[in-house]
């Protein structure tokens, strides 16, 4: 085993596929929104096994144009975790609406489901869940609550695709709507970008107007149809496309998904295995859920979160945390007035909870040395 290796948090999987996919875009004259956008759209719905998918330049914009195609405005109320990245709360605010934050399952980190009930009020018209790490949130039980309030369900799956839930279907497949990300550190990559998927043809059609202007007909239908120049502006939409450069890098990668969540999942064993007679609680996933491991969050019982970062970057090994609750930044305390206390298990799990590298380029040596890294530290 070598030591003192250089180890960073994440890292994209990209091979000689996608660059070839790239250059070919490149080489073909149409860089913007077009037909490999359409082709990578037709090809991920049919992987999760929706209706339809919408491609966006980014998963903020696949949640932002969902809480818009359900016409979520001033005065609403949007009920999501505390426990999630800055965008999921975001989008709310940007809509006008409310964020009303709920606090996470002690185990999963996924919002928890037993406490969504009570935060609902006549306001209150969609629910946000998110994927934490990529396991399935509690969903037989929201889509339930969802169905007795009358509430739309958006799913933030930004960790999640080629996730399943427990029904064994794919993430994505069950929700209103259902967002994507395809970050560079995500399960799969077009670099920057995202996608929704869903089942409702009406939403559909008007989030492919929102996406790009509010305008009846996209570029590609503009150029390569018949007197296509003309075009209405059927909303005040935005700008939200994603490139026919990203989506030709997602089409290789979504051939690779099945495959990168499952060495992710063979690193996650591995985990498992070697770090359990430490001071340290593992991911728990739930039996019948197949998580992506976007994410390996580990919470340290008696050593010092802070300290144990620093002690594994002197050793060349990147770690992270996810996430600080959205409850504790500034903004939504002041204009929200949510303060510290208001979560406590969201609290609780933040002060201690580091997440570990997981991505499939990690060699047996690397994972070797970052165990071993992590014994010498704990103990």
């Known amino acids: 085993m070598k030591t003192n290796l250089k180890i960073p948090f994440a890292l994209p999987y990209i091979t000689d596929d996608e660059i070839k ?11 913007s929104m077009g037909y490999k956008t359409i082709e990578f759209e037709n090809k991920f719905a049919e992987y999760i096994g929706s209706n339809y998918a919408v491609a966006t330049n980014s998963c903020t914009s696949a949640l932002f144009l969902s809480l818009k195609a359900l016409n979520i405005k001033e005065g609403d109320e949007v009920i999501t975790t505390t426990f999630t990245f800055a965008a999921t709360g975001n989008v709310i605010v940007h809509c006008g609406a409310k964020p009303v934050f709920v606090d996470i399952d002690e185990k999963t980190y996924n919002i928890d489901s037993h406490q969504i009930e009570e935060k609902i009020t006549d306001k209150t018209k969609a629910i946000i869940v998110v994927h934490y790490s990529g396991q399935s949130a509690d969903m037989k039980k929201i889509m339930k609550i969802a169905r007795d309030y009358q509430l739309n369900v958006i799913e933030d799956a930004a960790h999640a695709a080629g996730g399943t839930y427990e029904e064994g279907k794919k993430v994505g497949s069950l929700g209103n709507l259902t967002c994507f990300s395809f970050y560079a550190t995500k399960p799969m990559t077009t670099g920057e970008g995202g996608i929704i998927t869903l089942n409702d043809e009406k939403l559909y059609e008007k989030l492919k107007i929102l ?13 390569i149809e018949k007197d296509s ?3 209405e502006v059927l909303e005040a939409g935005y700008k939200c496309n994603p490139t026919d450069v990203a989506s030709a890098i997602g089409l290789p990668q979504l051939k690779k998904l099945d495959w990168l969540n499952e060495r992710r999942r063979e690193i996650a064993k591995y985990y498992n295995e070697q770090l359990q007679d430490l001071d340290l609680i593992p991911p728990y996933i739930k039996p019948r859920v197949k998580s992506t491991y976007h994410l390996y969050p580990i919470r340290l019982i008696k050593y010092n979160r ?20 959205l409850h504790l930044m500034p903004y939504y305390q002041k204009t929200f007035r949510y303060k ?10 933040f002060e201690n909870i580091v997440s570990l590298p997981i991505y499939p380029q990690l060699t047996e040596d690397q994972l070797e040395y970052i165990v071993k890294c992590i014994k010498e530290i704990l103990r």
């Open 306 to 325: 802070d300290k144990f970062i620093k002690e594994m970057a002197k050793k060349g090994i990147v770690t992270s945390v996810h996430f600080i609750p």
């Open 211 to 223: 996406r790009l202007h509010g305008i009846s007909k996209d570029a590609w239908k503009r150029y």
């Open 229 to 231: 120049w003309y075009y």
């Open 21 to 31: 996919a790239v250059t070919d875009v490149l080489r073909s004259g149409w860089l």
């Open 340 to 349: 510290k206390g208001d979560f406590p298990v969201a609290e609780r799990v």
